[in-house]
């Protein structure tokens, strides 16, 4: 099933919840992939292109003011003396459970922007959080186990803002919605429409890799076929390579799409 805009993740253990044609596809790659499976690593999850990319208008950059770096950064600003050097804004929200507890912890969020970091420095690029929410569903009218593929939308226009690249950690998502026929456990939306917003269920949002995948969606890259790719459909461990070509792209991305969350 195609959506426009978003991007899809194939849940990592129930490949045969695809329609028969992407899991024919995905079939064919994996049995390719095992050859190399010891180059690559382990599988941490998979993606296939679901809507077209933003077209940014030849020789434009769209460049505005850097918004100054806010107060209240956690962990690490990606901030550099080098001028060409792109420093992005993250709002990191993770849901609590019934007990309030965050399903991913502050340190561990950290962790992940850190790891996200060194995937992204080879095009230059960082990111910082700049916003740190453990966010109680219920209190913003949403499910912990998010179920149909219309929540995804409410998450983004509840959580979202104009000057940081959204980044949604919800609850183990609940299969007997529409989103159980998707195949699919991370959505990103992108830049050629709102609301934006990468959204994943628990089980994933601990790979800093596969948030990395969805960032390059954010920045309007869309798939390779190359194992030791960022952008693979099918994401490793050592899936960590961005091409000159693609680094390009995000970072015209970033000044046409997004200058308001360059720090």
């Not at 980044?167 to 998502?173: E, I, K, L, R, S």
């Not at 609940?174 to 991370?186: E, M, V």
């Not at 917003?197 to 920045?219: D, Q, S, W």
């Not at 490793?236 to 991305?253: G, P, V």
Request: charged share 15%; hydrophobic share 40%; net charge neutral.
């Amino acid at each position: 099933m195609i959506q426009v805009r978003e991007h899809r993740h194939v849940r990592l253990f129930s490949p045969f919840s695809l329609v028969p044609l992407v899991l024919m596809i995905a079939v064919l790659i994996s049995v390719s992939a095992c050859d190399r499976a010891g180059v690559s690593g382990a599988e941490l999850g998979r993606d296939h292109v679901a809507g077209p990319i933003g077209l940014i208008p030849p020789g434009e950059d769209g460049v505005g003011l850097p918004r100054p770096d806010p107060d209240g950064i956690v962990g690490e600003s990606c901030s550099s003396n080098d001028p060409k050097f792109l420093c992005l804004g993250l709002k990191y929200v993770v849901y609590t459970d019934v007990v309030n507890t965050a399903i991913v912890s502050r340190k561990s969020a950290i962790g992940n922007v850190k790891l996200i970091n060194k995937v992204w420095s080879q095009c230059k690029i960082g990111f910082q959080i700049d916003e740190f929410l453990a966010a109680p569903p219920a209190d913003y009218g949403l499910q912990y186990q998010t179920a149909n593929y219309a929540e995804l939308d409410a998450i983004r226009n509840t959580f979202l803002d104009n000057s940081t690249f959204l980044v949604v950690t919800t609850g183990t998502w609940d299969r007997t919605g529409s989103l159980g026929n998707t195949g699919a456990n991370a959505w990103t939306a992108m830049p050629n429409g709102p609301p934006y917003g990468v959204i994943m269920e628990r089980p994933v949002g601990i790979f800093a890799n596969i948030i990395a995948h969805e960032l390059g969606h954010y920045l309007n890259i869309g798939h390779v076929s190359d194992n030791s790719s960022l952008m693979n459909p099918i994401i490793y461990t050592n899936s960590t390579r961005i091409s000159r070509t693609d680094c390009t792209k995000a970072r015209s991305a970033a000044r046409y799409f997004w200058p308001k969350m360059i720090r």
